[in-house]
T-cell receptor
Framework: GENVEQHPSTLSVQEGDSAVIKCTYS??????FPWYKQELGKGPQLIID?????GEKKDQRIAVTLNKTAKHFSLHITETQPEDSAVYFC???????????FGPGTSLSVIP | EPEVTQTPSHQVTQMGQEVILRCVPI?????FYWYRQILGQKVEFLVS????????KSEIFDDQFSVERPDGSNFTLKIRSTKLEDSAMYFC???????????FGSGTRLTVV
């Protein structure tokens, strides 16, 4: 089955700096890669996703890049703000399955 | 914005008791899911449900677990005989289709004592 790895497990950045979280996946058939943000006491919330037919997608301060050859994808947050502090999960999905497999999560702390 | 609603937010139950966790998915969504998250760990897939039947389940989803969509709006997870290790946050999610992001509910914290 699919195995998603994510690093770092924790990340602290100064407000205004950029944060990068990286994920790797094992199954080359995976073709949909969402990112979720989980704030304390809440369920995961989809923040951005990318499909395998594109290499990069951007939404305001958030961007995701995908390298299908290397089987890794990354989340980039620019101009970080304290409200970006949360746990971020990457995930992978492939055609023959209909479930999202989550990575282990990255706890991001933005220091004011 | 449409939401996935889960009730109760917190459930405490004695070991061996049955619990039913309830979810109201977004009305026009077709795919439904249950995930669980043990404290401090990652979100784990339990089961997916489509067209009124289970489409996939994980190893965690053994005979003690069942899901049901009894009335076209609710989506329930039943644990027949709870164990201490069932203590976790249980999240319901729904999606309009494959390859679309899931909308998660806020979760039910299940504590088995």
């Amino acid at each position: 089955g699919e195995n998603v790895e994510q690093h770092p497990s924790t990340l602290s950045v100064q407000e205004g700096d950029s944060a990068v979280i990286k994920c790797t996946y094992s199954d080359s058939a995976s073709n949909y890669f969402p990112w979720y943000k989980q704030e304390l006491g809440k369920g995961p919330q989809l923040i951005i996703d990318i499909r395998s037919n594109v290499g990069e997608k951007k939404d305001q301060r958030i961007a995701v890049t995908l390298n299908k050859t290397a089987k890794h994808f990354s989340l980039h947050i620019t101009e970080t703000q304290p409200e970006d502090s949360a746990v971020y999960f990457c995930a992978a999905l492939k055609t023959s399955y209909d479930k999202v497999i989550f990575g282990p999560g990255t706890s991001l702390s933005v220091i004011p | 914005e449409p939401e996935v609603t889960q009730t109760p937010s917190h459930q405490v139950t004695q070991m061996g008791q049955e619990v039913i966790l309830r979810c109201v998915p977004i009305s026009n969504h077709l795919y439904f899911y249950w995930y669980r998250q043990i404290l401090g760990q990652k979100v784990e897939f339990l089961v997916s449900f489509y067209n009124n039947e289970i489409s996939e389940k994980s190893e965690i989803f053994d005979d003690q677990f069942s899901v049901e969509r009894p009335d076209g709006s609710n989506f329930t997870l039943k644990i027949r005989s709870t164990k201490l290790e069932d203590s976790a946050m249980y999240f319901c999610a729904s999606s309009p289709g494959q390859f679309y992001g899931y909308t998660f509910g806020s979760g039910t914290r299940l504590t088995v004592v």
